[in-house]
Structures are given as structure tokens and as C-alpha cells.
């Protein structure tokens, strides 16, 4: 019987300064309550004239990952919490997930960009995601 356990943590740690480019850890996701998980990206410090972007792959053994992105966060270069819908119902092959992110940097002064952030994670409860998709098509 598969186990339906709520998983709740940081894909990239709190406080995480990127300068390059870079990967988060693997997060096994095969034994959540629900296939879509709620990602939260906040960005707290940053210098100007650069830009972030972070997607998050899939992988069916913790070792060798997808080719290309499952999502990808649009390109942010301001503080703030940016929330997005992971939905792996259609990716039943991806067993653990990770963050990858990319930093860029233009303009005058330090060349190397600077970001201080983290990505959270949260399974949506089934029971909450079939109340907002139901109230989704009576609105619809």
C-alpha cells in the first residue's frame, strides 16, 4: 500500500545565495498524498541589473534527470514570494524532483550576480484540490 505522506520542505534552503548556476538537492516526492505540489520561490536580496531563473526536473531514480524542465518559474529580477502549481499527475515516471537555477548579470559594477532565496514545497492535500477544482468549473 503506498504510503500518502505530506511533504513540506525547501527544495532550495532558506537563506541560499546563488552567484552561479547551480542544482538543489533531490526531493523524493513517489510517496506524497498528491501529485501537485504548491512552489513558493522568494527571493529576499538581490542586486539590480540581474535576473534568476530556477525550473525544476524530474527523475524516476534520483540519479538521472529529465532533459528538459517539468516547470520553469518566468525570469524574476525583484524581490518577493512567487507561488506556481507543480502538477506531476502526468509525469507518473518522476519519483524525486529537484530545483535548477541559472543567474544572470548586466550593467556597470560587479560583474557576478547575487541572489539570496529559497523554494519551498508543499503536496496539496487531495481533499483541498478537489474542492478548488470542482468551485474551478462551477465558475468556469
Excluded at 32 to 40: D, G, M, N, Q, Y
Amino acid at each position: 500500500m503506498p504510503s500518502t505522506a505530506t511533504i513540506d520542505t525547501f527544495l532550495v534552503p532558506q537563506k541560499t545565495v546563488a552567484t552561479a548556476k547551480g542544482d538543489g538537492c533531490a526531493l523524493e516526492v513517489s510517496g506524497a498524498a498528491s501529485r501537485v505540489f504548491l512552489l513558493t520561490l522568494n527571493i529576499t536580496n538581490i542586486i539590480e541589473q540581474q535576473s534568476l531563473d530556477v525550473s525544476i526536473y524530474g527523475s524516476a531514480d534520483g540519479a538521472t534527470w529529465s532533459a528538459k524542465p517539468l516547470i520553469a518559474f518566468p525570469q524574476k529580477f525583484y524581490r518577493g514570494q512567487h507561488p506556481l502549481l507543480l502538477d506531476l499527475t502526468a509525469h507518473g515516471e518522476a519519483k524525486f524532483v529537484r530545483a535548477h537555477w541559472e543567474v544572470g548579470r548586466w550593467g556597470r559594477g560587479p560583474t557576478t550576480p547575487t541572489f539570496e532565496y529559497h523554494l519551498a514545497s508543499m503536496a496539496v492535500p487531495p481533499d483541498i484540490l478537489k474542492d478548488a477544482t470542482a468551485e474551478a468549473k462551477a465558475l468556469a
